[in-house]
């Protein structure tokens, strides 16, 4: 229902002032985006923007500086220095009288917080046309997707994206998926792993196991290796129809514990079975971004790349050349 065209970030983390085009050559929106670079370069912290701006709604109505502090930028940012303590106290004393030197602090505080404001702003496609989503140091200061509520109707609606986690422990411990996902499922399941894979003992609607044939034997998802599970469990968050509504799908790592051959038959596959979705994932995979110094072509076009550390590079350039920082 929803798919994001563009998001600009001003002081979020360690974006300084980037933009990210989700729009390809003839103007239309990417269903695939792969991020990749160096660790710490801030792939992950893109979907973490997105994720914030879809879910937009439930910063509404309160001051949020406290909670965006962390992700607001700083060349030398310690989430235990004092000035952030004082920053949430100042507010809560109201009567109080400040010495002189409470004074100063409370100036170079203010001051501090006036140069590194934080801005995110995305332009999302909708049933309803283009829609605005921003957010600053402070909260909301725009939410049109909101205008979305009366199609929803009775549905509550949370965030406009969707999360696979397949590292998250407690969805590693259990295994559960609609039995009306069987299919798609096992489609998925064996173009990834490379093996017969099965569901078994539906309950109330539900499977709760899943079994990989490997060589004459059967591994149920209890005896599945840790990368087994993980991968069981991102194909189960992109098959279940429960997210169906999500046609904006965020994954980080999207390769991980895959086997190398089987980067690119996953990533063919995942677009065959959801045309209608669009994918911004980050990854590490020499076969689908390439490797040149080790002779690898990227699989994958370069219209749908996005090198976050020349991405970062041209961004430092931009804000050097307009002193911004």
């Known amino acids: 229902m929803v798919k994001i065209k563009k998001i600009h970030m001003e002081n979020f983390c360690g974006y300084k002032h980037t933009s990210f085009d989700f729009m390809d050559s003839n103007n239309n929106i990417k269903d695939l985006a792969l991020l990749y670079a160096t660790n710490g370069a801030g ?3 893109l979907l973490d923007a997105i994720k914030m701006v879809c879910c937009a709604k439930q910063y509404e109505g309160r001051d949020n500086s406290l909670l965006f502090r962390k992700s607001t930028y700083n060349p030398d940012y310690d989430p235990d220095l004092d000035s952030f303590k004082y920053q949430y106290l100042k507010d809560k004393r109201d009567g109080h009288t400040f010495s002189k030197e409470e004074e100063i602090d409370r100036d170079a505080i203010n001051e501090e917080l006036n140069r590194y404001k ?3 702003e995305a332009i999302f496609d909708t049933p309803i046309g283009e829609k605005r989503v921003i957010l600053n140091s402070q909260g909301v200061e725009l939410n049109e997707l909101k205008d979305l509520t009366d199609l929803a109707k009775d549905k509550k609606i949370y965030s406009y994206c969707y999360f696979v986690d397949a590292d998250h422990l407690v969805n590693m411990n259990k295994f559960q998926i609609p039995v009306e996902a069987k299919d798609i499922f096992i489609e998925l399941a064996e173009a990834v ?7 078994v003992k539906p309950v109330s609607g539900y499977y709760i196991d899943f079994i990989i044939h490997k060589y004459g034997d059967k591994v149920h998802f209890r005896r599945m290796s840790a990368g087994e599970k993980k991968i069981a469990t991102l ?3 992109l098959c279940d129809p429960d997210y169906n509504d999500s046609k904006l799908v965020l994954v980080d790592n999207i390769e991980m514990h895959v086997y190398m051959a089987r980067h690119a038959i996953m990533i063919d596959k995942i677009l065959e079975l959801f045309p209608d979705r669009q994918f911004i994932a980050t990854t590490h995979s020499p076969i689908l971004v390439g490797c040149p110094s080790m002779g690898i072509n990227a699989y994958v076009n370069d219209e749908y790349l ?4 020349l991405i970062k590079e041209r961004e430092w350039e931009y804000v050097r050349k307009n002193k911004l920082g």
Do not use: P, Q
């Open 306 to 309: 996005y090198n976050v550390d």
């Open 193 to 199: 792993y490379g093996f017969e894979c099965e569901l």
């Open 235 to 237: 194909v189960r968050g």
């Open 43 to 45: 792939k992950s912290t």
């Open 118 to 120: 934080m801005r995110i």
